[in-house]
Each structure stands twice: as C-alpha cells, then as structure tokens.
C-alpha cells in the first residue's frame, strides 16, 4: 500500500500563487496532480516521472505551473502561480507504481490516489 498526503491548499487572491506538496509513503514511479471543481469531472493537471526528466501539463496551466520533485522526501511540489479563479478546486495527487517512459494525466494511469486539498482562488 502506498499513502499519499497533499498539504498547501488555502485561499488566494486572483495572481497571487500557492505551493502544493504531496508526500509519499513509499517509492513510486510517477505522480500526478490532478483537480475537481464543483460540478465538473476531475482533471488531469501535471505530472512527472521519478527521475523527473519528464514531465507533463494540462494547457491550461502551461507557464503557470511548475512540477518538481525531491526523492530523498519522496515527496512532489506543484509550485502554482497567477493563479485565476477558474483554478479554484480540490487538488488531488496520485501515484503511478508501474514502470514507465513518461507521464499522462489521465486518471486511469495512476494506482494510489491521497485525500485532496482545497484551493480557492478569490479575492
């Protein structure tokens, strides 16, 4: 079993910027975040492979958000800035174990999925 913990969340005004982290009990090969908004199907946001050479971003986060990663912590950063207010859901973390080249962001790639934190992005 694999448990993976978010922290970071909060409430941010419209520009302003946020650091997610999602702590892993154990290896994993990959990780993924991922966000819900009220009423709309969860969605696939950034990824990254162990070594992290590879990486991966929804479009709509491109430029904004970074992924970056600290294996002695076994533990995953999404570094968000300008922040919008359409960005405003419950983030979700997830972990991949089977070996692979890269990363995707669809859901069906992953195997562990932790908890969720909130960020709303209002003023």
């Known amino acids: 079993q694999l448990q993976l913990v978010e922290s970071g969340g909060g409430l941010v005004q419209p520009g302003g910027s946020l650091r997610l982290s999602c702590a892993a009990s154990?290896?994993?090969?990959?990780i993924g975040w991922f966000r819900q908004a009220p009423g709309k199907e969860r969605e696939g946001v950034s990824c990254?492979?162990?070594?992290?050479?590879?990486?991966n971003y929804v479009d709509s986060v491109k430029g904004r958000f970074t992924i970056a990663r600290d294996n002695a912590k076994n533990t995953v950063y999404l570094q968000m800035n300008s922040l919008k207010p359409e960005d405003t859901a419950v983030y979700y973390c997830?972990?991949?174990?089977?070996?692979?080249?890269?990363?995707?962001?669809?859901?069906?790639?992953?195997?562990?999925w932790g908890q969720g934190t909130q960020v709303t992005v209002a003023s």
């Open positions: 997830a972990a991949g174990l089977v070996p692979v080249p890269a990363c995707g962001i669809a859901s069906d790639e992953y195997d562990f």
């Open positions: 154990r290896y994993y090969n990959r």
């Open positions: 990254i492979t162990t070594s992290g050479d590879k990486t």
